[in-house]
T-cell receptor
Framework: AQSVTQLGSHVSVSEGALVLLRCNYS??????LFWYVQYPNQGLQLLLK??????LVKGINGFEAEFKKSETSFHLTKPSAHMSDAAEYFC?????????????FGKGTRLSVIA | GAVVSQHPSRVICKSGTSVKIECRSL??????MFWYRQFPKQSLMLMAT?????????EQGVEKDKFLINHASLTLSTLTVTSAHPEDSSFYIC???????????FGSGTRLTVV
């Protein structure tokens, strides 16, 4: 079964500093990979997704992620953190198969941004 | 982009009553919808996969008689929590697969509190 591991349940950065949230997947076949953000008591908003095109994926709000097959990783980065980036971030994976395949989520990483 | 509308956003009910949560895909047809449950400060756990016109597929440990799922049309799936108890209090989120874009769109979630 597909799975993803997010390293670090909580990451704290200063405003303006680099954001790096780590995600590793377990699959012998490159899956589809996603990063979502969740604000308190809200649903999930898609930041970006990897579906086999370019390995460097650019998303919304200045975020990007690089798919590295050799490292089975899909880490999320942003060059300069804003206070509004403070939220919960989830990495998720799905098979490349049919539409019946659900997303499987990592445990999430809470990002705090310090002024 | 694809939009999934989920209602209600919040509901408080008495123990022993039933609550229905609706999810509608607004601008696309969702053959498959997924229902997740999220406890505070935790990740999303898949409860069931809902397919239009057929019975839902439940994950292990999810009581199908307690969490009734109906997917009667290509744009509507409902989750009914029957005979709710305080331990059913949680955040429930639906998701629909948008095959056009290899994506998953999430509803805004429903905060259920059983008193």
């Amino acid at each position: 079964a597909q799975s993803v591991t997010q390293l670090g349940s909580h990451v704290s950065v200063s405003e303006g500093a680099l954001v790096l949230l780590r995600c590793n997947y377990s699959s012998s076949v490159p899956p589809y990979l996603f990063w979502y953000v969740q604000y308190p008591n809200q649903g999930l908003q898609l930041l970006l997704k990897y579906t086999s095109a370019a390995t460097l994926v650019k998303g919304i709000n200045g975020f990007e992620a690089e798919f590295k097959k050799s490292e089975t990783s899909f880490h999320l980065t942003k060059p300069s953190a804003h206070m509004s980036d403070a939220a919960e971030y989830f990495c998720a994976v799905s098979d490349r198969g049919s539409g019946n395949t659900p997303l499987v989520f990592g445990k999430g990483t809470r990002l705090s941004v310090i002024a | 982009g694809a939009v999934v509308s989920q209602h209600p956003s919040r509901v408080i009910c008495k123990s022993g009553t039933s609550v229905k949560i609706e999810c509608r895909s607004l601008d696309f047809q969702a053959t498959t919808m997924f229902w997740y449950r999220q406890f505070p400060k935790q990740s999303l756990m898949l409860m069931a996969t809902s397919n239009e016109g057929s019975k839902a597929t439940y994950e292990q440990g999810v009581e199908k008689d307690k969490f009734l799922i109906n997917h009667a049309s290509l744009t509507l799936s409902t989750l009914t929590v029957t005979s709710a108890h305080p331990e059913d209090s949680s955040f429930y989120i639906c998701s629909a697969r948008d095959d056009r874009a290899h994506g998953y769109t999430f509803g805004s979630g429903t905060r259920l509190t059983v008193v």
